[in-house]
Nanobody, 125 residues
Framework: QVQLVESGGGLVQAGGSLRLSCAAS????????MGWFRQAPGKEREFAAA??????????YYADSVKGRFTISRDNAKNTVFLQMNSLKPEDTAVYYC????????????????WGQGTQVTVSS
């Protein structure tokens, strides 16, 4: 089992920034690849960003809607993944979820086995 705990959400004005954190514990060997998803009211959960690492290095992936504004990173020593969100827009308002235990396409929520409880991000116009 892997436990994921997100933090860092809140209310911010458009153009502002927030930094989300996701602390992993348990079978952390399952966290070689982790993702951030988000779900707005009345909408399906959608991919935001993912990070994976192997002997060849670290790779990051972003949805087109956040590319250039969001940055995903990881502190291996602390088993923590971060999502730095800059230039926030009202359409970024959603509950943000951290995910681990990838088995399949990193772009698909169904491919992740473990999920955090989510953290609310609200961007006011």
């Amino acid at each position: 089992q892997v436990q994921l705990v997100e933090s860092g959400g809140g209310l911010v004005q458009a153009g502002g920034s927030l930094r989300l954190s996701c602390a992993a514990s348990g079978r952390t060997f399952s966290t070689y690849a982790m993702g951030w998803f988000r779900q707005a009211p009345g909408k399906e959960r959608e991919f935001a960003a993912a990070i994976s690492w192997s002997w060849s290095g670290i790779s990051t992936y972003y949805a087109d809607s956040v590319k250039g504004r969001f940055t995903i990173s990881r502190d291996n020593a602390k088993n923590t993944v971060f999502l730095q969100m800059n230039s926030l827009k009202p359409e970024d308002t959603a509950v943000y979820y951290c995910a681990a235990g990838l088995d399949g396409s990193r772009w698909s929520s169904s491919a992740y086995q473990y999920w955090g409880q989510g953290t609310q991000v609200t961007v006011s116009s």
